[in-house]
């Protein structure tokens, strides 16, 4: 693959434009688009997961969107196959592609590769799901700190996906999840440029605030409702639905779910911003930078 071709990505928190920035790149540099959210590839989860409306997906062609059931098993080195073969597809007829998304997790994977992490036993996840469902958090993540106390230092202990993975590999392998994280970056056949969009931090709350509040008129309790009896699954184990679980089960009110989803999407937002600072290659403009982004990838 010629040098000349660059990966474009665009990273940022939840609710700070990312869509609409792709879109605009996309078609600046005659390209598609490449999904790096970890919930946007369910088909079933439209509102809640703010995917591409059908105008968004109209005025420029985009990847690894809806392409997943909710039951599907589906992990991060099975995206990074599905990316990589996307962007190969992509870059025989474009110079560019773009990548857009706030899941870091996915965004290094395209980027860098992941470490070969043995996929665990269905009857392992499947207990270790109802071991959270039954006896909570806190159960998992003493086990953690039993099998791995290494990673349970470094972990975000209370993201239950996290502490289920590394539980997963330990009890499947009988060794530790660390082990598998050599972090053994791979070299791409293809340039990478990242760009950040940084919001002042009030503004980014009204944009959240707002956000949640489209979804709701737009129909969130009603598709929260459809994937009730299946809050099992990982799939949903997201803000925006498993608050609205808690509401359907009676165990608050509808206003206090609301302002639980506004309240979890800012310290999502938070989380994000402090994976994404980490990663010196990110260059950070204004929203409303746009000429400024689209000469510096153009320059590159």
Known sequence: MSNNKTLVVVVGPTASGKTSLAIQLANDLNTEIISTDSRQFYKELQIGTAAPTEEELNAAKHHLIGNLSIHDYYNV????????????????????????????????????????????????????????????????????????????????????KRV?????????????????????????????????????????????????????????????????????????????????FDYFEDKCTLEFAIEKIKTNTRRYAKRQMTWFRKDQNIVWFAPDQYEEMLKFVRQY
């Not at 965004?107 to 469902?133: M, T, Y």
């Not at 998992?140 to 349970?152: A, C, G, T, V």
């Not at 330990?170 to 969009?197: A, D, H, Q, W």
Request: glycine share 6%.
């Open 164 to 244: 289920l993975r590394a539980l997963e590999v330990c009890l499947t392998t009988g060794e530790s999840f660390t082990k598998y994280r050599v972090k053994n970056l791979t070299e791409r056949p293809f340039n990478i440029i990242k760009i950040g969009l940084l919001w002042n931090r009030e503004l980014l709350v009204d944009r959240i605030h707002q956000r949640v509040d489209i979804m709701i008129q737009q129909g969130l309790i009603e598709e929260a409702k459809a994937m009730h009896q299946y809050k099992h699954l990982n799939s949903l184990n997201t803000v925006g639905y498993k608050e609205l």
């Open 77 to 160: 080195s099975m995206y990074e196959n599905d990316a990589l073969n996307a962007s190969s597809e992509i870059f025989k007829d474009h110079e560019h592609v773009v990548a857009v998304g706030g899941s870091g997790l996915y965004i290094n994977a395209l980027c860098d590769g992941i470490d070969e992490i043995p996929d665990p036993k269905p009857e392992v996840r499947k207990q270790l799901a109802e071991d959270l469902e039954t006896k909570g958090l806190d159960y998992i993540q003493s086990l953690l700190k039993e099998k791995d106390p290494d990673f349970y230092k470094i972990v975000d202990i209370n993201n239950p």
